[in-house]
């Protein structure tokens, strides 16, 4: 049921992108983005997979050169991502996530008659092609950080480098 296992199901923190005043340092900006630890700890891998999904600096994160870069912006800024790399094994819990979350776009887009591509979030009504792009990034960061803060199995990484632009 996405109502209960998608973002808005999740604890909804951070400030909208448009939100964020351009005038402010990136060290202000992710410090606006803040998770407490409270919240946190309650979360399921899912809600946090999500929660970086959904990462106001994201957009910021994809105008970056490498991977290693994008990484450490997500490192340093996301709470989410940072609980991620903290917990124990959670490898296998991470592509079942992105497995549920390919499902509910897949589903919202397509009813696309009913609902012009677009995906609530949140409060969020967001593109669904947005969403889909969001997802296909955040994929990647995982794959690229595969080794320093993940173990993936082999089968987990081809489903993580998998493209399906």
Not at 115 to 134: A, E, R
Not at 142 to 147: A, L
Request: contains cysteine; hydrophobic residues 35%; charged residues 25%.
């Amino acid at each position: 049921d996405y109502n209960k296992t998608g973002f808005e199901y999740c604890y909804r923190h951070y400030p909208y992108p448009s939100s964020l005043d351009e005038n402010l340092t990136l060290e202000q900006k992710i410090a606006s983005c803040r998770i407490p630890e409270e919240a946190l700890s309650e979360m399921t891998v899912e809600q946090l997979v999500w929660a970086v999904i959904d990462f106001p600096l994201l957009e910021e994160c994809k105008s970056l050169s490498t991977a290693e870069e994008k990484i450490l912006l997500l490192e340093q800024g996301s709470d989410a991502f940072k609980k991620l790399v903290s917990l124990e094994n959670p490898e296998r819990e991470i592509i079942d996530a992105f497995m549920k979350i390919w499902e509910t776009i897949e589903t919202y887009l397509s009813f696309s008659n009913c609902m012009p591509h677009s995906i609530v979030i949140g409060y969020q009504v967001t593109k669904g092609i947005d969403t889909f792009l969001n997802v296909e990034f955040v994929k990647n960061i995982f794959f690229h950080s595969d080794g320093k803060y993940f173990d993936f199995d082999e089968d987990a990484l081809d489903f993580l480098s998998e493209n399906r632009n």
